[in-house]
């Protein structure tokens, strides 16, 4: 154990006990010593991300496996702040060496130094530290979690399951993930912070032809905190709901362009306000000014029958965090209530620099980047209205049932191809329909959006933005759109 205080001279001959095989308390002493050591150059904050990863990936094509994916991985990122400035370092060297040399190149970058020889550097005092790996007994995840074999056996039954139900199969296949990944957090302001991740994704992708018809079709889910989520998953029900899907679509005519009312399913029609409007209420945006909800807190945004959230509580929800990258507990955070912008979403930089407050959402892809603003569990919350309500209330217009991919600008125009669509006519659903595109801005749909019903649903999903590529999730009851551009034939 390294004194309290002690000259940085004498820090190459520091010898700390380190675990090398888990990240937890035993790395305080050493953590602690760097980060004063980034104080005392100058720093007005550092924070040290360590991270260890094991992950696998499997996927079945037809009637064999055609990849089986492992990777094992573990490093640092080393962020320094001074004044509103900040940088970002990563490293895959853990040692004391390895870590010091990082800070070095963080400080330097902000044109700051290593103190001299004879200068003092005290220890950081870390906060006790908070385990949720071992308070919530996630310690044996990892040895609990399937296979390679398994997986390898279970997809290929999957797989077998879509040929059995699928008509005009062109391509099956079958693809799983397993994430599991250790983090320790800590930071010159007291934070220190460990947590173990599981994160586990399942789901179909199947291509249907017959001559010059074409329909593809797919279903992911997702998942967190379950070693045994594969074997409990109902492929043969998941197989038969793609395969209705894509036989319906095989032949269903072409939606006509216009401008209709639309009904959107619950769960993954949650995208288009994630990427419509959820982006736009990242600090991120609001450092860059690229948001038309910059200076819109506590004004009117959207339909006063709207109200959203996003959190990192839901239970085994595919965005679920018990704490974020900065070290963070998740909560609950209100986007909008009765259409009222009431919070937008926070990391640290964003706080900073914003002036809003922290929401537990600094989150990152992996070590190698710095954490940023970005959305956990984000949905439209259920309202009062019934299912029948909702399509009572449309003499002619579009069921969305399943949503494709899409694009969104940087200050919220989008276009979303529907992968599953029905005609409305008289509140009924009707004949199926295919190629419809859902064109907008952000700020004409939310205030169109006039009715929820009750049935909230989550689906698995995953963003991009500057700190990579994270797992959420994104929902919502059965919505009304009064009306939305249709691009079709």
């Given amino acids: 154990m390294a004194p309290t205080l002690l000259l940085s001279q004498e820090l190459p001959q520091l010898d700390y006990s380190l675990n090398r095989t888990r990240l937890d308390e035993t790395w305080q002493a050493s953590l602690a010593t760097l980060l004063g050591l980034g104080r005392a150059a100058g720093a007005d904050l550092v924070e040290f991300f360590l991270e260890k990863v094991n992950y696998v990936s499997c996927m079945a094509e037809e009637d064999a496996i055609t990849s089986l994916t492992p990777r094992l991985s573990s490093g640092c990122g080393v962020r320094v702040y001074r004044g509103k400035a900040d940088c970002y370092v990563s490293t895959n060297d853990l040692s004391f060496a390895g870590l010091r040399t990082a800070l070095e190149k963080g400080l330097a970058i902000l044109g700051l130094a290593l103190p001299s020889p004879q200068s003092y550097i005290p220890q950081i005092n870390l906060e006790l530290l908070r385990d949720y790996a071992t308070a919530k007994g996630k310690e044996d995840w990892l040895s609990r979690c399937s296979s390679m074999q398994e997986m390898s056996d279970v997809l290929l039954q999957a797989n077998q399951a879509l040929n059995q139900y699928a008509s005009h199969a062109q391509s099956r296949r079958a693809v799983y993930f397993r994430d599991w990944q250790e983090v320790l957090v800590a930071a010159s302001d007291g934070t220190f912070a460990r947590d173990i991740r599981l994160t586990q994704s399942v789901g179909y992708s199947l291509l249907c032809a017959d001559g010059t018809h074409r329909a593809s079709m797919g279903k992911r889910s997702g998942n967190t905190s379950d070693p045994d989520y594969l074997r409990q998953w109902d492929f043969t029900t998941t197989a038969q709901e793609v395969a209705e899907s894509a036989g319906k679509m095989l032949y269903a005519d072409y939606v006509e362009s216009g401008t209709y009312p ?228």
Avoid at 324 to 349: C, H, S, V, W, Y
Avoid at 375 to 384: L, S
Avoid at 460 to 476: D, E, I, K
Wanted: some cysteine; glycine content about 14%; charged content about 20%.
């Fill in 262 to 489: 639309v009904i959107m399913a619950n769960e993954f029609g949650g995208v288009i306000f994630h990427e419509a409007c959820g982006h736009l209420l990242e600090t991120t945006q609001i450092e860059h000014k690229t948001t038309p909800f910059l200076d819109k807190k506590g004004e009117k945004i959207a339909h006063e029958n709207l109200t959203a959230w996003d959190e990192g509580l839901s239970d085994k929800a595919f965005g679920t965090i018990d704490m974020d990258d900065e070290g963070m507990p998740a909560q609950r955070t209100l986007l909008i209530e009765n259409g009222i912008l009431k919070n937008f979403i926070a990391d640290r930089t964003g706080s900073l620099r914003t002036g809003h407050p922290r929401t537990g959402s600094g989150r990152r892809q992996s070590y190698a980047y710095a954490a940023a603003s970005r959305m956990r569990n984000t949905y439209i919350a259920p309202g009062p209205y019934s299912l029948d309500d909702l399509f009572n209330s449309v003499e002619k217009g579009i069921y969305c049932k399943q949503m494709g991919g899409g694009s969104v600008g940087a200050t919220g125009e989008f276009n979303f191809a529907v992968s599953e669509a029905y005609l409305i006519e008289k509140g009924k659903i009707g004949k199926p329909l295919k190629g419809a595109t859902l064109i907008g801005t952000a700020t004409d749909i939310m205030e169109r959006i006039s009715m929820s019903s009750q049935d909230l649903g989550l689906a698995a999903g995953f963003c991009g933005s500057v700190s990579g590529s994270v797992y959420v999730t994104v929902g919502q009851p059965h919505i009304k759109v009064d009306g939305i551009t249709v691009g079709g034939r």
